[in-house]
């Protein structure tokens, strides 16, 4: 059996759009002579859509569609993800019932799985974890079948799918179906003991550092029991849930009878795979490479993602301000990298706490993409808006502006001032530089720095920026981001005690820092001080973090390291929070980007009765000796 798989570049809720990229790959199914076209989850619609399922125009339009789909079969079997609606009833909320279905058609009519009245099959497993909300949206088999008062084994049948001679036992699975491995039932093991020969499994998978490996180990291990080779399906683009966009890395993937990983697409680049199924051997064949994909997608998957943000947005003019440090930098070269030159505007603007050294950076930097540079000094801007306020009285009061107000006055110049009106005469948009440690404890500035269309490298830590920074310059062939960028200190250089040239900087030790705080935020069980604390006590707190340093040495005593910790937990789970609700929306790279992922409410830091008696014991130790 010929198959192509279609890793169509989604555009989430333009049915009409996507229809045409499916159109021009049904013709290349047909043009190479295949049996079978293997399209991804949600095809038609996009995954991420938020509550335009809500909207019966559009489910009548993804009706329209799936019956062009049908009828653009002829000759050719597609499979494909897309909604099927039961208007006779209802979901629990009240709305016309919904599932996230998978369709096959072939000659123009809807196929229907071995014994089955529905011309489609239901996903079984609907996540509701991270940015996944299928159960808000739709009904699952296993509730279909409590309704019904069937076992749910009965809805679970293969496609008998031809290729004019011979007929393949297809189970189709949907995404999550086959991340069985927390659920109490499984489709893969149904379908395999009603005699599957191959599985079709249709993904919507947004891309996360590392979650390509945990899917092959995973597959791998049920593969291997069943005994049953398997096409696993994604689609590629970037799709959004308002304050986080996710890309889609397209990289289809081919699993032998044993489980082993037989082929994979190329990430973010493939539009379409051609194979030969063998029935007989349970394995693949194929006449293109599909080389499975080694080394490191942090950057291919960062530029893939900022590409897309700015077509889905219809820019490609952008403003940066840099400072002459590495956030601003790696943000100016990974947009450069996408953009002529030309279009990325470069703009420095220092006033007298900005170092010689990092102004010379900014400009270097600047010199180095060739993009157009302009340095701007906002020091008398600075200082005059000061003078027209200090003193304003107000009742039996007067306005007077600390030392810390003006360095915030100065963010918000920067941004809400001088970068929003460069963009605007731009014809652009301006960037938000900030890395996910600065947003976790809330060092960025409200209508300042936290300003922004995007803030692409926000979900970096602030090692990871430093990483990405290093394979710019590997993409380039060359030093665009010059070597002192990555030795200056980090610092805002806002005040006098911010001065790099004294090795003055931020109060963040990110060798210790990124990884204590990754810990608050992106363990699938996450940590808090009472886990800190305790691991502390144990001495096993580098090993639990993953961090290289050795914790007792940058604090020299417990009563240090405590504060230490209640300082960033207070910042994290405080105001934090709410500059983070307010930043801009984010390009997800980890497994718990903030944004809409991460589901954060506002309600302050909290400290477990154990932590306090933790806290109590060990500084009572102290005292006493």
Known sequence: MKIVTAQIDVIPGHIRENWKQIEKEIEYARSVKADLLALSEMCLTGYLIGD????????????????????????????????????????????????????????????????????????????????????????????????????????????????????????????????????????????????????????????????????????????????????????????NNGKTCYTFDGMTALYDQNGNLAGEAAPFETPHCTFDFHQETGTFTSSEPMTPHKGDLL???????????????HVNQVVIGVSGGIDSAVNAALYRSVLPPENLLLVNTPTRFNSALTKDLARQLADNLGCPYLSIPIGNFIDETAAALEGLPYGNKTIHLTGFMKENMQARDRSSRILSALSAAFGGIFTCNANKTEMTVGYGTLYGDLAGALAATADLWKYQIYELGRALNEWYGQEVIPEGIFTVKPSAELSENQDVTKGLGDPLIYEYHDYLLKSFVEPWQRNTPEDILAWYREGTLEEHLGCSVKVKDLFPTHAAFIQDLERWWNLFAGFAVAKRIQAPPLLAISRRPYGYDLRESQVGPYYTDRYLEMKRSMVEVVKGS
């Open 299 to 313: 950057l291919p998957a960062m530029r893939y993602g900022v590409k897309k943000f700015l077509e889905s947005i």
């Open 52 to 239: 335009l399922w809500d909207q019966t125009a559009f489910l009548r339009e993804c009706e329209r569609y799936n019956e062009k789909m049908a009828q653009a079969s002829e000759g050719l079997t597609i499979v494909w993800g897309s909604c099927a609606i039961d208007w006779g009833k209802t979901n629990d909320d009240g709305r016309p019932r919904k599932y996230n279905a998978a369709f096959a058609a072939r000659d123009g009519h809807f196929l229907y799985p071995e014994g089955s009245l529905r011309p489609y099959v239901m996903k079984t497993l609907l996540p509701s974890y991270r940015c996944f909300e299928d159960r808000r949206y739709f009904t699952s088999t296993l509730a279909e079948a409590r309704e019904e008062g069937l076992p749910p084994e009965d809805f679970f049948a293969p496609y008998l799918l031809t290729n004019g001679e011979e007929t393949v036992r297809v189970g189709i699975l949907l995404c999550e179906d086959s991340w069985d491995e927390n659920y109490s039932f499984s489709p893969m093991k149904v379908l395999a003991e009603k005699g599957a020969q191959l599985f079709l499994n249709l993904s919507a998978s947004p891309f996360t550092l590392g979650k390509n490996e945990k899917r092959h180990r995973m597959l791998t291990a049920s593969l291997s029991k069943l005994h049953v080779p398997m096409v696993y399906v994604n689609n590629r683009g970037l799709q």
